[in-house]
């Protein structure tokens, strides 16, 4: 049941049935009532011409003659019957037609009264019977009560309205196929593009196509350029990916060659610092290069929004147990409820290496703020992230230095350079930028701006 | 001090546990995370060293594990992912430092005896108890400002009273958490070592550093210096 022409076509093949089966016990329904009322009418026009015929006879009784005007009375078995009888229940008149047939007594009427009955044969024929009670003045004075009653087989109106049925049943029946089998051409045609992308799709996995065509019906553009959206980050991913690692295989040949060299000179008195040197430096380009930021712009739309104040509440406990002997005091200042569009890795990364310089630079004191930014036609808020100390401050050719690339300033505390470097890159590919400052605490300030995600949609 | 390291490396294990050892250390070695948390649970250790990456179990639930079972002795984390992500997970797991791989000895040893200080409440690296001082950096005991001469293990006895100064340390604890291995078990030598500190530090018995509680053990009984 996962294909989506068979779930439409249950559903349709569903409701057709439901819609035919109401429309065929409607039609039914009303066809056999009206039928019903038609033979009553009858039934009630043969019962005024027997009532007609009759006349008073021999005896001091009502008579019918024996040739009546309506000919099915006098064609034995022909399905339509007269009878009549005294108040006593005695047979005074029948037909011809009722020729050894004994029509039902049944229940007599109140006088005056018609009273329509469904009665049968002793056979199980079925019929329809009225009867009517009257009171016969006869020309003398006195008069006796009589009960008139027609009679109709209904053999033939039940057959009527089986073969009613039956065409009923066989018209619906190929309307409804016709229609299941228009509806499934139909939906053929309609899944056409869908089945396009799959072998678009397809055809970008075995690399004969680069993106999706633009030839899709109205519905389709949006996922067929989201898709495409997805296969670009996709690939620019990939590409970062291949760029980093190209990056790291070939800055590690040079201490490599560098620690091969040093190697010849095994029994130099330096060869154990020099070759601590080269370590450190393959360490730093492993640091550098793996910490590269995991998202990129594109990406920040299908990320989770990070909570700032969770996040960086985490991050200062955590600094707290690593600075406890300086336990700097920590000031931190966030917009409540503030989010960051992006990566939760690349957040900590950029708070995590703030945070951490300023704790080791820092006498005691360290500020946080995170205030929201926002722009025209935003869709996520940017982020203005400062982080400053009361330390000795970073001096200004230092700083162009330090934006610069991955330098130290200070051999001594490690990792000033690349947490900033690091920092700098994250920042960048938010579309940000790092700025380094003076703080009125007395030490360094750092300001990272991310700006507000834009919508991308034309308008 | 008995320190446990838990690490699947062998070289870096084995080499960290020998330099641990040679810095006065009595110290437990498991290589993997299962033995790693049965070591962190049942033994009488003072600090754990517990690289992340773990076969078995990783780094994080061991800490996790022992926290859990009200363990309170410092955790240092070696990790060879520094993404902050890893170290904030870490720490909010209740490790109490981390290291990054490669390190040098030195930055470990650091660490350790930073930790292992900060669990015994002083804040300094010099533990001041006027007229004593013992600097753990420098392995260094003064009294009134003179050096004292100390053989390695009554160094140790002497830094681990004065760790948890003014606790009773029972003599049975500082046989389990001073010797590496379980031989001289015989309680005498201490007392015979804590005589000698004694003489050492107070020949003429005017300050008494180390009180001896009969039947419980020995406590350092010198106040602690306001500032430390």
Redesign the interface.
């Given at each position: 049941m996962n294909s989506l022409s068979s779930r439409l076509l249950i559903s349709v093949s569903v409701l057709l049935l439901l819609f035919f089966g109401v429309t065929i016990a409607v039609l039914d329904s009303a066809f056999t009532e009206a039928g019903a009322q038609a033979r009553r009418d009858i039934l009630d026009g043969h019962l005024v011409a027997l009532l007609a015929a009759a006349e008073p006879g021999e005896d001091d009784e009502l008579a019918l003659p024996d040739r009546l005007r309506e000919p099915r009375f006098g064609r034995i078995g022909s399905g339509l019957y007269g009878e009549l009888r005294d108040g006593d229940g005695t047979v005074l008149w029948r037909s011809r037609s009722a020729l050894a047939l004994e029509i039902p007594g049944g229940v007599v009427p109140e006088l005056g009264n018609h009273l329509f009955a469904r009665e049968s044969f002793a056979d199980g024929t079925p019929l329809l019977t009225l009867s009517l009670a009257v009171e016969w003045e006869f020309d003398e004075g006195d008069s006796k009560s009589y009960v008139f009653k027609v009679a109709e087989s209904l053999d033939s109106f039940n057959s009527q309205i089986r073969k009613f049925r039956r065409q009923l049943f066989g018209w619906f029946a190929a309307v409804a196929l016709a229609m299941l089998f228009a509806f499934s051409f139909l939906l053929r045609s309609l899944m056409k593009p869908l089945r396009r992308i799959e072998t678009e799709i397809g055809e970008i996995e075995g690399g004969s196509r680069v993106s999706l065509s633009n030839e899709f019906p109205t519905e389709l553009t949006g996922v067929a350029r989201n898709m495409n959206l997805l296969i670009d980050s996709e690939r620019a991913r990939s590409d970062r990916y291949r760029y980093t690692l190209d990056n790291l295989a070939h800055s590690l040949k040079t201490p490599l060659a560098a620690m091969r060299a040093l190697l010849s000179d095994r029994h130099s008195e330096k060869f154990g610092n020099r070759f601590?040197e080269q370590?450190e430096r393959m360490?730093e380009i492993v640091?550098y290069q793996l910490?590269k930021p995991a998202a990129s712009v594109a990406d920040n739309l299908v990320l989770k929004p990070v909570p700032v104040e969770k996040?960086v509440t985490?991050?200062i406990?955590?600094l707290r147990?690593?600075y406890?002997?300086k336990a700097p005091d920590f000031e931190v200042r966030i917009e409540p409820g503030m989010q960051f569009r992006g990566d939760?890795?690349d957040f900590?990364?950029l708070?995590?290496?703030l945070l951490?310089n300023a704790c080791k630079w820092c006498e005691q004191r360290v500020r946080f703020t995170a205030v929201p930014s926002v722009g025209a036609r935003a869709i996520a808020t940017g982020m203005v992230l400062t982080v400053s100390d009361d330390g000795p401050g970073i001096p200004q050719d230092a700083a162009d230095a330090l934006l610069q690339r991955g330098m130290r300033l200070d051999e001594s505390t490690p990792g000033h350079g690349i947490g900033l470097a690091v920092v700098k890159d994250i920042a960048r590919s938010y579309g940000g930028q790092l700025s380094i400052g003076k703080s009125d605490l007395g030490g360094a300030e750092i300001t990272v701006s991310i700006p507000p995600v834009a919508s991308s949609r034309p308008e | 001090m008995r320190l446990l390291v838990i690490e699947d490396d062998v070289t870096l294990r084995e080499s960290l546990a020998k330099k641990l050892s040679e810095a006065g250390y009595a110290v437990e070695q498991a290589a993997d995370g299962t033995e790693g948390l049965y070591f962190a649970e049942e033994y009488p250790i003072d600090l754990a060293i517990i690289d992340l990456g773990l076969p078995g179990m990783s780094g994080l639930e061991i800490i996790r594990e022992v926290r859990a079972k009200g363990k309170t002795y410092p955790i240092l984390i070696l990790t060879a992912r520094d993404r902050w992500e890893d170290k904030v997970d870490g720490l909010s797991a209740g490790a109490d430092d981390y290291v990054v791989k490669p390190f040098h000895f030195e930055e470990v040893s650091a660490r350790v005896s930073a930790l292992l200080r900060r669990s015994g409440g002083w804040a300094s690296s010099v533990l001041e108890a006027d007229p004593v001082a013992l600097d753990m950096s420098r392995q260094e005991l003064t009294v009134n400002g003179e050096s004292i001469e100390l053989t390695s293990f009554e160094y140790k006895i002497i830094e681990y009273l004065m760790l948890r100064a003014g606790q009773v340390i029972s003599k049975a604890e500082l046989t389990d958490r001073l010797y590496d291995q379980d031989f001289e078990r015989d309680s005498n030598v201490i007392e015979v070592f804590i005589g000698r500190l004694r003489k050492k530090m107070d020949p003429d018995n005017s300050i008494a550093p180390i009180e001896t509680l009969r039947g419980r053990g020995y406590r350092f009984a010198l106040e602690r210096n306001q500032s430390a």
């Open positions: 601590d370590i360490d640091r910490r996040e985490r991050l406990d955590g147990k690593v406890h002997d939760t890795g900590l990364e708070a995590g290496n951490d | -």
